[in-house]
């Protein structure tokens, strides 16, 4: 796996992720990510035994967490009770996490009040989140302007959707579209989709 922490900009790296993933296409489906960076995904109705054993239970308080192994081996851990739209996210987040340096043999939790000591790192995890589930340059190729639309194609809640459906409009105001070579990348990679999804 590439060395996404070296990118200290959450967007760049879930460029970076999409480009080396070779994703092509909404939405993205995170457990087939998780299998392209080498991250196990484990449920917590499945391991909750295990997590509590490894002295892990208080974690099972937040929507997921990651952490590393001594073999070396990262692991996302994450509530399979939260809605469809909720675990997609935390499962990102949680990638977020992984890519940008933030374990090492720390766990990170998400979805747990002031369980991080960083509020910069679960802020960037977010972003991290919210630019792989609803890259900006494909919403802007597709022609995605409302909420629904970005929900529709990204498989986001409304509630995520208003947020990008927000910043999407700020970008437009500044005419902000593949200004870096990275961005420039996801969207010739996501070009086929583009031209069969447009709105």
């Given amino acids: 796996m590439s060395s996404y922490g070296k990118y200290t900009d959450a967007r760049d790296a879930s460029w970076q992720c999409l480009?080396?993933?070779?994703?092509?296409?909404?939405?993205v489906q995170v457990n087939e990510l998780?299998?392209?960076?080498?991250?196990?995904?484990?449920?917590?109705?499945?391991?909750?035994?295990?997590?509590?054993?490894?002295?892990?239970?208080?974690?099972?308080?937040a929507d997921g967490f990651s952490l590393q192994?001594?073999?070396?081996?990262?692991?996302?851990?994450?509530?399979?009770?939260?809605?469809h739209h909720r675990t997609r996210f935390t499962v990102a987040h949680e990638y977020g996490h992984i890519l940008l340096g933030h374990t090492g043999n720390n766990v990170c939790p998400q979805g747990a009040l002031l369980s991080s000591a960083d509020p910069k790192k679960e802020r960037d995890a977010n972003v991290f989140a919210s630019r792989l589930l609803a890259p900006a340059c494909v919403l802007w190729g597709c022609g995605a302007k409302t909420a629904e639309?970005?929900?529709?194609?990204?498989?986001?809640?409304?509630?995520?959707?208003?947020?990008r459906a927000?910043?999407?409009?700020?970008?437009?105001?500044?005419?902000?579209?593949?200004?870096?070579?990275?961005?420039?990348?996801?969207?010739?990679?996501?070009?086929?989709y583009i031209e069969a999804n447009k709105f």
């Fill in 19 to 27: 480009i080396d993933c070779q994703i092509s296409s909404l939405p």
């Fill in 34 to 61: 998780g299998n392209r960076l080498g991250i196990r995904l484990y449920k917590y109705t499945v391991n909750r035994e295990p997590i509590i054993e490894a002295g892990l239970g208080a974690y099972l308080a």
């Fill in 69 to 83: 192994a001594p073999s070396g081996q990262l692991m996302v851990f994450f509530n399979d009770r939260c809605s």
């Fill in 149 to 163: 639309e970005i929900a529709s194609l990204c498989d986001i809640s409304e509630d995520a959707a208003q947020v």
């Fill in 166 to 192: 927000q910043r999407m409009r700020l970008l437009r105001r500044r005419n902000a579209w593949l200004r870096s070579p990275l961005e420039r990348s996801v969207f010739t990679q996501f070009q086929p």
